[in-house]
């Protein structure tokens, strides 16, 4: 089968290796329907963290599973699924409390994602079911299962962390795709105004249409004193969707007190200094998303419904034998968020 490859810093490769087979309990085949690139791939496609050259790529997909291992029972051959990239058990202490992307049963086992079939471990109750097959959705929707395997549910993840609720305030760090999705989560939770921080014309305008009540471009102390004087005391719960420490000291800066900061942003920092958040009262929150939680208790409804469309973060698409190029789309901030295309 096609399977992307990190051959080293700045280029991927498609390959053809052997395809994944059943070798455990709870797991699942996949027939890859869509892929894509995510902004955390970045980081060692551009050299910043590493990874073992050769090794395959991806974490995000949607497809049909062709097999299952024995003891699955929730899940079949021919279920139309998204596949998240946490693996919940669904019955230890993390997956009870809703947190299962931080999962104590399952640790690494699935293949990468970027391929043609997938082996993914966690099957029986971390696979979500979407009704019916591929061809009975449009383009636009199958964009939008496809964020529902990470971006969309972890955007979501930012603002339920930061207890995001009716009549907030919120800003919204990061103009990447999870930060737009972090804008879509915010207002499903009721928040009144949303300021979006973002540089780029592109973005802007999504956020806006994901919405956003207002736009602030500016970086560092500058946004910080201008998002007080929009709001006089700060915002009530603040989305960060970056990771890095200019946006994580700004996001600390922008709220009032009391206030709570939904981290999501893959920290690449060594140490944060937590005595801010002591004398504001501030709270630190957030982490890995609870994919499947999220998306059963609410993000698959409202796609189905029409109430989200989060694929419109997908600008640009690919072949999977044109992998390169939507890295290097990404990379060069052409795509907002490249996705991957293998058929229904």
Not at 120 to 137: F, H, M, R, T
């Amino acid at each position: 089968m096609k399977a992307t490859i990190f051959v080293e810093p700045g280029k991927m490769a498609i390959q053809d290796i052997e395809k994944p087979e059943i070798n455990g309990p709870d797991q699942a085949i996949i027939r890859v329907v869509r892929a894509s690139v995510c902004g955390s791939d970045l980081w060692w496609y551009r050299g910043i963290s590493d990874k073992e050259k050769g090794s395959t790529a991806g974490h995000e997909a949607i497809g049909v599973v062709e097999e299952v291992s024995e003891d699955v029972k929730n899940i079949k051959a021919g279920d139309f699924v998204i596949v998240p990239f946490t693996h919940g058990c669904g019955h230890c202490a993390a997956c009870k409390a809703g947190f299962d992307g931080d999962c104590l049963t399952h640790s690494a086992g699935s293949s990468s994602f970027q391929a043609e079939y997938i082996r993914y471990v966690s099957a029986n109750w971390a696979l979500v079911k979407i009704p019916g097959q591929p061809e009975d959705y449009s383009d636009d929707m199958l964009k939008s299962f496809q964020t529902l395997s990470d971006v969309m549910a972890t955007g979501f993840h930012a603002a339920k962390t930061a207890e995001v609720k009716a009549g907030d305030t919120v800003v919204v760090m990061g103009d990447g795709a999870v930060g737009l999705c972090g804008v879509i989560g915010a207002k499903l939770l009721g928040a009144k105004r949303i300021i979006a921080m973002s540089r780029h014309e592109d973005r802007q305008q999504l956020a806006l249409e994901f919405g956003a009540t207002d736009i602030v471009a500016e970086r560092g102390e500058e946004a910080v004193n201008k998002i007080m004087g929009m709001t006089e005391a700060g915002a009530d719960a603040v989305l960060e969707c970056v990771g890095t420490k200019e946006s994580i000291e700004t996001a600390v800066k922008v709220g009032r007190p009391g206030a709570i900061v939904g981290r999501v942003g893959v920290p690449h920092i060594d140490e944060l200094d937590t005595n801010s958040l002591f004398w504001r009262n501030i709270g630190l929150r957030g982490g890995v998303a609870a994919v499947t939680t999220h998306d059963r208790e609410l993000l698959l409804d409202a796609v189905l419904k029409g109430e989200i469309n989060p694929g419109k973060v997908f600008n640009k698409q690919f072949d999977l034998d044109d992998v390169q190029a939507a890295y290097a789309a990404m990379d060069e901030r052409i795509a907002i968020k490249s996705l991957l295309v293998l058929g229904n």
